[in-house]
Nanobody, 123 residues
Framework: QVQLVESGGGLVQPGGSLRLSCAAS????????MGWYRQAPGKQRELVAR???????NYVSSVKGRFTISRDNAKNTVYLQLNSLKPEDTAVYYC?????????????????WGQGTQVTVSS
């Protein structure tokens, strides 16, 4: 079992920047995918960015060119750099860790979530 703790959220003006951190209680090198999701009021949770163990990263189109995800396996931490923030980026941001488990009985994805950190973009 791994615990994920997000930090770095806050109130920022449009055009501003934040860096979110997700610290894991254990090694993240065993996880296939580390990701950041967000959920705005009244909306479904959506994938914002994810990074695979090999370093490949994917982004939702609305944040491409503005957000950057990175992982530091030595520090067991995943980061999300948020630049050129817009009011529509306002949401609770959640860290996610995914591990593929393949046993003789079954195969499945195990998901772990943090508690979330609030990002508010407003003037």
């Amino acid at each position: 079992q791994v615990q994920l703790v997000e930090s770095g959220g806050g109130l920022v003006q449009p055009g501003g920047s934040l860096r979110l951190s997700c610290a894991a209680s254990g090694s993240i090198s065993s996880f296939n995918i580390m990701g950041w999701y967000r959920q705005a009021p009244g909306k479904q949770r959506e994938l914002v960015a994810r990074i695979f163990s090999g370093g490949t990263a994917n982004y939702v189109s609305s944040v491409k060119g503005r957000f950057t995800i990175s992982r530091d396996n030595a520090k067991n931490t995943v980061y999300l750099q948020l630049n050129s923030l817009k009011p529509e980026d306002t949401a609770v941001y959640y860290c996610n860790a995914r591990k593929f488990v393949d046993t003789t009985r079954d195969s499945r994805w195990d998901d772990y979530w943090g508690q979330g950190t609030q990002v508010t973009v407003s003037s």
